[in-house]
Nanobody
């Protein structure tokens, strides 16, 4: 079992910044993929930024490219979010998978292959 705990969400004004954290614990494997996903009210869940052990370059959705940055320090992954917009309002989830992905973008497009999920952290961006 792998446990994921997100933190760092909150209310911020448009143009502001937040840094989300995801603490990973439990029986982790050397090969794995990690993704940040989000789900806004009434919308489908979407992959925001993901990385695979096979492809160390993080993938970013077009909607966040240039504004969000994925990083990792040991067993914690981060999502630095700058220039936030009201459209970024959503619950943000961290997810972990042991499925093989040869490219990081595939991790974000196949949320059904993520094996473990955190409970999410709410980000609200006011205009």
């Amino acid at each position: 079992q792998v446990q994921l705990v997100e933190s760092g969400g909150g209310l911020v004004q448009s143009g502001g910044s937040l840094r989300l954290s995801c603490a990973i614990s439990g029986r982790t494997l050397d090969y794995h993929s990690i993704g940040w996903f989000r789900q806004a009210p009434g919308k489908e869940r979407e992959g925001v930024s993901c990385i695979s052990s096979s492809d160390p370059t993080p993938y970013y959705a077009d909607s966040v490219k240039g504004r969000f940055t994925f990083s990792r320090e040991q067993n914690t992954v981060y999502l630095q979010m700058n220039s936030l917009k009201p459209g970024d309002t959503a619950v943000y989830y961290c997810a972990y998978s042991v499925t093989f992905f040869d490219k990081s973008n595939l991790v974000c497009s196949r949320d059904y292959d993520m094996d473990y999920w955190g409970k999410g952290t709410l980000v609200t961006v006011s205009s």
